[in-house]
């Protein structure tokens, strides 16, 4: 498996690379957009680590991920950032991203999360689900409503993704928080994303249930 980490402190870069490398990933690493551009023209990765603040300004990493959305990529993306905001957070997650994790962190726990995005892209091979005039391709990362592609952040693709997967459970808020917003610090984030796959989709498509919400039903 293949992950590309852009990174633009050495201190920081190589330990990251070093501890994926004896965790037998194919880690390689970048310090500026230029390198990140032609380690993928040399061979798309299926998860990117991508540190938000860079030499090319202090929000290059967004730009950069929200680029390579736009050109096609579907594998994994985690940003590093020292920012924590609920702003910066909701940012992030819409122009791609799929993870957040804030500096410092241990590196343990960055593997964790590098290995669920591995797991999570293994898995939805080949998977559609369709309910009504939803269709949600696993694979493609696409969601259709009435045969039209419907644009989705990674965030609400990932919100509607487990939602999907799980079509007849009952997702507690704390569950749905510590899967797709580990480390948020108030449901605040999740009634965001609820909120927006109601407006691109359907008020049903999110059900709200006592302490949580599910897959709906038209």
Not at 30 to 57: F, H, I, Q, T, W
Not at 71 to 85: N, P, Q, S, V
Request: charged fraction near 35%; avoid cysteine; aromatic fraction near 8%.
């Amino acid at each position: 498996m293949r992950v590309l980490v852009l990174e633009d402190e050495p201190g920081l870069l190589e330990p990251i690379l070093a501890y994926l490398r004896r965790e037998r990933l194919e880690a390689v690493g970048a310090r500026s957009l230029a390198e990140a551009y032609r380690l993928l023209e040399e061979g798309e990765p299926e998860v990117m680590v991508v540190d938000v603040r860079l030499p090319e300004g202090e929000d290059a990493g967004f730009r950069f991920a929200e680029a390579v959305r736009r050109a096609g990529y579907r594998g994994g993306i985690l940003f590093l950032t020292a920012r924590d905001a609920l702003e910066d957070r909701v940012r992030g997650l819409d122009l791609g991203g799929d993870d957040y994790l804030v500096k410092p962190f241990h590196l343990e726990e960055l593997l964790a999360r590098v290995r669920a995005l591995l797991r999570r892209g293994a898995s939805f091979r080949g998977r559609v689900l369709e309910r009504g005039p939803l269709r949600v391709d696993f694979a493609e990362r696409r969601v259709l409503w009435k045969g039209k592609e419907v644009a989705l952040s990674g965030k609400e693709f990932a919100l509607l993704e487990l939602l999907a997967l799980h079509p007849e459970k009952a997702f507690p808020r704390e569950e749905l928080l510590d899967r797709i917003f580990p480390g948020a610090e108030s449901e605040a984030i999740l009634r965001v994303y609820v909120q927006r796959l109601r407006q691109k989709l359907a008020p049903w498509v999110v059900e709200r249930v006592p302490g949580g919400y599910r897959l709906g039903s038209p």
